[in-house]
């Protein structure tokens, strides 16, 4: 018998849902128990003391009928329901085999302790419950009407049922969301029927529903629910032209294209209304309206009006048409691109100032037109200054070799007269009144320059 217990017990465990326990100073035992039909379910009972030199008498009661009597490791008696319970010692736990729906109600367990140091016999009672779950079966929901309803006026009503599970929960939920209360919302006893009266526009949705017991769950189909609503948020638009508040401008000899639109099921009927001179008149009739600004000699009003054939609802809103120049296309697209962004404006100018300052540093510091001036000078000098320059002692002496011969150059009377005085504090010049003496250096070919050819 001990050896068939041990074998059930993992069996027992499977539809074992434990919830709270009742503690006292010696045992310990579960208030409750939920387990599966058809299934074994553990009645457990822990020792709080260490069972050694301890006499444990007691028994187990179903509904204050005898099940089991015991004494330490031995069963005195099975009093009744014999092949449905096993007693598993050293402890007072019990397993009941097959589960079945008579087998729900109150177990009591009496201990009786006899400690060998102890004269008096210590007596603890405690009760389980257990209730005997069904699986529940996958959900059918059932909406009343089928087909879709109309808004502020038809009510809906969902019923959810299995054919299989005991101790069923039911809930509610709309695409994902748990539906919460509202006055509008009604639930039977268990919430097996849910309830919305009237329906609206923000009810619509999938509709599921969700069973469960202690021992399973399932789950639904989605069930969609239809409502004809609106027309809600009415507007006119137009590709052409420019809106403002309530007024529309187009330009001279422009075809207009006004759409009416607005949040509706089934989409609504629309009427075009004109009003002028205290009269008005049905100009068309569907969602759009075409004006040819031609034909209006002066501000001319309009009325769009949006009918609900199903939820006979309707609305309207009303435009005033003005036709005056707005500028070619061209002048709309500079306009456009006149529109540039704060940020942009702010970083391009950050950018000139920038450039400008290192422009005025470059110059401070390096004077490029003096640069050039230099450069332009250099270029342009005389031969004379030229070769001058050669002569002012701070070149190298390596410059200075070569191969001097003089030229007679006639000049005039002023010429020479400048020469003598320049060179009156020469005493080995003669006659310099009738020439002016120039110099002209070759330089000889060097070997070094002749291999560098």
Known sequence: MESLSRAALPFSLGGLLLL????STFISVPSILHGVRGRPLLLPVKYNFTTANVEIQGDWKLHDTMLVAFRNRNVISHL????QH????????????????KAEGPYKVDIRLKFADKPDIIEESRVVRVTVNVPVSKPNVHMSPGSPVVEDKDNVTWTCSVDNGSHVQYRWFRDGVPVGTGDRYSFSGDNGKFAISPVRKEDIGDYVCQVSNHVSEEWSRPVPLSVFYGPYNLEVSAQQGLKTGEVFTINPGELVLFDCHADSNPPNTCVWISKSRNSTKVVMKGPRLEVMSERLAQAEEYVCRAFNNVTQKQDETQF????ASLGTGKAKHLQTESSVPPLAVITVSCLIIIACMLLVLFRRSCRPHRVIMDMYSRNHKPLTDQKRAHLSGHEDATEDFGIYEFVTIPGRSDSTQASSKSLSGLNSVQDLHSTIYDVIRHIPETPTQGLLK
């Open 20 to 23: 709270t326990g009742i503690h």
């Open 80 to 83: 009744s329901m014999e092949h």
């Open 86 to 101: 096993t007693f598993l010692p050293p402890n007072a736990s019990l397993l009941i085999n097959v589960l079945e729906e």
């Open 320 to 323: 005033t048409l003005v036709v």
